[in-house]
C-alpha cells in the first residue's frame, strides 16, 4: 500500500521529477549498453525500469479522480505534458528500438516461452505505433502533438468537474422533491448544507445525461430544470465551455494518426484492439440499431399512453422518460424501486453478495484491516486471501459520491501483479453512491447494485492476475477486451443462490419475497429499447468524431453531433445520446477509451456468450469459477486475447445471446 497517511501535495511535483530521472537514467543504461542486446538486458530491463514512477503516478491519479482539489489539479496541468515527453523519450529513442528490433527479427532463434517472446511482440509494437518510424521534423511534431494533447485532456476533465458542481441544482421549496425517496431527500440536503445553502437542497448531476433523480421527481418542471442542467454541461459559453477544446482534440488526434499513417485516430486505436477495424466495430453496432430504435419506440408509445390515461395532455419529452418509465415499471410488473432497497443495504450486498459469490466460484475469503492507511476515511480495506488461505491482494472500496470525486465508477490497480517483481495487487473500486444520513444504512439502487458486482468483476481481473511481466498485469488488455470479465461477473446478482443471502430487508431481516424476485427477472428487459438505443448513439457519436481526418474542420460541435445521430438512424427526440460531446469524459479525458466507446457492448457479445456458458455448465460452481480464473482471469494481456475466450468456449464468440438478454432478436432476425 502506498503511505497515504505521509504523502502530501507538497511531494507531487518532487516525486514526479526525482521518478521521471531516475526512470530516464535506467533507460539509458539499456540504451547504450555496450553489449550486444538480449531478452534479459533489453526487454526485462525495461520491464524494471520506472517502478518509482509508476508508483507516483497511480497515487497522483487516484487522488485526482477520487479525491482532488484545486492544488493537485494545477499538478496535474503541469505533470501532463512532462509525461507525455517522457513516455516519448522512450518510446523514439532509435538507439532502444534498434536493441528491440534486433531481437524480434531473431524472435525465432530466442527459445523464449510464449510469455516473453509475447512480450517482445507487444513493445515492438508499441514503438512503431508510437512513432519510431518518424524522423526529422515528423517526430518533433509528434512529440508537440503528444503534449498539447496531454494538456486538453487535463483541462477537459477539470471543467467537467467544475461544470457539474455549479450545474448542481438548488431547490428551496421542499414540496417540489415530491416523490424523491427520503434518502435522496435527505442528501440533497446535506450537500446543499455542505455548500452553504443552509435549509435548501442541492441536487447533484452525475456523469451521464440521464440523471437518478429524474425517476422520482413529480414536479415536471425540477425534471426539466435537471434535464437542462445536465446536458448544457460543457456548452454554456462560459470558462468552462468545452467546445472549442473539443474540437481542438479531435483535430490533434486526427493529425497525430495522418503522421503515423493512419487515416484517422479510431483506424489507429481500434487497430490495436480485438475488433481490428473501425469497419467491424461500427457494423456490431450497426446491426443492433434498427432493434433497438424498433424497441425504443414502443417503450415510448407505452409511455406517452400513461400521460394520456393520467390527462398530462402534454407530448412525453427526455426529462419524462425516466419518471413515466418508471411508473410503467411498477404497473405492469409491479416492480418498484422504493420497495425493493430496503432489501439492497451495502454491507448485506458486499459481504453475502459480492464476496459470496467470490467465495463459492473461487473460494475466496475477505477479512477487513482498519490498520491500513487510506487517503479518505471512508475508504474500506480487505485482505483477499486465496482458497488454500494464502494471502493474494489488497481490495479497497471507495463506496461514497463527495464534491472531490469525479463521475461515474472504476478501478485502479494500485500495484501490479507480476513474479518478475514478486508483487502482489492492490486494487481499489470507487464509486458514487449518496451518502446516507449519519446512523442510517446505505440502501442501493438496482443500478447501484449492478455496480457494485460490475466494478468486483474488475477487481478480480486485478486480484486474479497471475504474470511474469507488469505490462500485462490483470486489467491491461486490449479496451475492448477489459470489459468483459466485470460484465460477466453482473450476472451473480440475480442469481438465485446469491441473491437469496444477500437481498433481505435490513430493518425484519426478512428474505426478498419469492414473487417479487420473479417479477424483477420479468422487468429486466423492460427499458432495454431506451438503455440501448441511448447507448449506440454515443457510441456511434465516439466513433464519427473520431474517423474525421485531418483535414476536416467541424465549424460547430452541436450541428454536427444531431447529423451524426440523425443519419445513423436515431430519430428519437426523447432518447439523447448517453453522453453528450460536451460532457463526454471517456473519450475527451484521455486517450483510453478514445474510438473505444463502442468496447461495451463489445465486451457484452462476451459477456453473454459466457454467462450462457456458466448456465450452461451448472452455474455457481468452485470448478466453473477454477476454470473461468484460470482461461481469463489469471492472464492478463499474456496473449492475444481473443484466444482466452476461445480456450474457454471452444469456439468464436456469438451474437445471439446479447441480442435475447436485450430483447432484440426478433427484429434482427
Ligand atoms: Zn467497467
Not at 435548501?200 to 437518478?212: E, K, S, V
Not at 477544446?245 to 484492439?273: F, K, M, P, T
Not at 429499447?529 to 476536416?552: F, N, V
Amino acid at each position: 500500500m502506498p503511505a497515504f497517511d505521509r504523502i502530501t501535495e507538497s511531494h507531487f511535483l518532487p516525486a514526479f521529477d526525482f521518478a521521471i530521472e531516475r526512470q530516464r537514467a535506467e533507460v539509458e543504461a539499456i540504451a547504450a549498453n555496450p553489449d550486444p542486446p538480449t531478452f534479459q538486458n533489453t526487454m526485462e530491463s525495461l520491464e524494471r525500469s520506472g517502478l518509482l514512477l509508476e508508483r507516483v503516478h497511480t497515487v497522483f491519479l487516484t487522488l485526482c479522480s477520487a479525491h482532488t482539489n484545486p492544488r493537485l489539479q494545477q499538478i496535474e496541468a503541469q505533470v501532463a505534458p512532462l509525461l507525455a515527453a517522457h513516455r516519448d523519450s522512450i518510446f523514439l529513442d532509435r538507439r532502444l528500438f534498434v536493441r528491440v528490433d534486433d531481437l524480434h527479427r531473431r524472435l525465432s532463434d530466442l527459445n523464449l516461452d510464449p510469455e516473453s517472446e509475447w512480450l517482445l511482440k507487444r513493445y515492438h509494437t508499441d514503438f512503431v505505433r508510437a512513432g519510431i518510424g518518424l524522423s526529422g521534423p515528423d517526430a518533433d511534431r509528434l512529440r508537440t502533438l503528444n503534449a498539447e494533447l496531454a494538456v486538453r485532456y487535463a483541462t477537459f476533465s477539470r471543467r467537467l468537474l467544475e461544470e457539474a458542481n455549479e450545474l448542481s441544482v438548488l431547490v428551496t421549496d421542499r414540496d417540489q422533491l415530491d416523490g424523491l425517496p427520503e434518502d435522496g431527500v435527505n442528501a440533497a440536503a446535506e450537500a446543499a448544507r455542505s455548500g452553504g445553502h443552509e435549509g435548501a437542497y442541492l441536487i447533484a448531476l452525475t456523469l451521464p445525461t440521464a440523471q437518478p433523480a429524474l425517476t422520482y421527481l413529480h414536479d415536471r418542471a425540477l425534471r426539466e430544470r435537471i434535464h437542462r442542467a445536465s446536458t448544457e454541461r460543457g456548452a454554456r459559453g462560459n470558462d468552462n465551455d468545452t467546445t472549442d477544446l473539443v474540437r481542438e482534440i479531435v483535430r490533434l488526434r486526427a493529425e497525430r494518426a495522418w503522421l503515423l499513417g493512419y487515416d484517422s485516430h479510431a483506424d489507429y486505436q481500434i487497430e490495436d484492439c480485438t475488433a481490428r477495424t473501425v469497419a467491424n466495430a461500427r457494423g456490431m453496432l450497426e446491426s443492433v440499431v434498427p432493434a433497438a430504435v424498433a424497441n425504443a419506440r414502443a417503450e415510448e408509445t407505452a409511455l406517452q399512453a400513461v400521460v394520456d390515461a393520467d390527462g398530462g395532455g402534454f407530448r412525453l419529452e427526455a426529462w419524462d422518460w425516466s419518471y413515466y418509465a418508471e411508473r410503467v415499471r411498477r404497473d405492469r410488473y409491479a416492480v418498484d424501486e422504493g420497495e425493493l432497497r430496503p432489501y439492497l443495504e451495502l454491507e448485506r450486498v458486499l459481504s453475502d453478495g459480492v464476496f459470496y459469490a467470490a467465495e463459492r466460484l473461487y473460494g475466496l475469503t475477505f477479512q477487513e484491516r482498519h490498520d491500513v492507511p487510506v487517503y479518505h476515511p471512508d475508504v474500506r480495506v480487505f485482505e483477499v486471501f486465496d482458497a488454500d488461505r494464502t494471502p493474494l491482494g489488497l481490495f479497497l472500496a471507495d463506496f461514497y459520491a463527495r464534491p472531490s470525486k469525479r463521475g461515474g465508477a472504476w478501478m485502479t490497480s494500485l500495484v501490479a501483479q507480476s513474479r518478475l517483481l514478486g508483487t502482489r495487487p492492490v486494487v481499489i473500486n470507487t464509486h458514487n453512491i449518496s451518502q446516507p444520513p449519519p446512523g442510517e444504512p446505505t440502501l442501493l439502487t438496482l443500478f447501484e447494485l449492478k455496480t457494485v458486482f460490475h466494478e468486483f468483476g474488475h477487481a478480480l481481473h486485478g486480484l486474479f492476475s497471475d504474470v511474469r511481466f507488469p505490462r500485462f498485469a490483470g486489467t491491461q488488455v486490449p479496451q475492448d477486451f477489459v470489459e468483459y470479465p466485470s460484465q460477466v461477473n453482473e450476472m451473480w446478482m440475480f442469481w438465485p443462490e446469491v441473491l437469496a443471502n444477500y437481498a433481505r430487508h435490513y430493518r425484519t431481516g426478512e428474505p426478498m419475497p419469492r414473487e417479487m424476485v420473479d417479477r424483477l427477472h420479468a422487468a429486466a428487459r423492460f427499458n432495454e429499447g431506451y438503455r440501448t438505443t441511448e447507448y449506440l448513439s454515443a457510441s456511434l457519436l465516439d466513433l464519427a468524431w473520431h474517423t474525421l481526418g485531418a483535414d476536416d474542420r467541424i465549424a460547430d460541435v452541436r450541428a454536427f453531433e444531431a447529423e451524426v445521430l440523425e443519419k445513423a438512424g436515431f430519430s428519437l427526440r426523447t432518447v439523447p445520446p448517453r453522453y453528450r460531446t460536451t460532457y463526454f469524459e471517456h473519450i475527451f479525458s484521455g486517450d483510453h477509451y478514445s474510438a473505444g466507446y463502442y468496447s461495451y457492448i463489445w465486451s457484452e457479445v462476451l459477456d453473454a456468450d459466457t454467462v450462457r456458458w456458466f448456465e450452461e455448465n451448472g452455474g455457481l460452481e468452485r470448478a466453473n469459477g477454477d476454470r473461468f480464473r484460470q482461461e481469463v482471469l489469471s492472464r492478463g494481456g499474456t496473449a492475444d486475447a481473443m484466444s482466452f475466450f476461445r480456450s474457454l468456449r471452444g469456439r468464436d464468440p456469438e451474437i445471439l445471446p446479447l441480442l435475447e438478454r436485450r430483447g432484440l432478436r426478433a427484429t434482427t432476425g
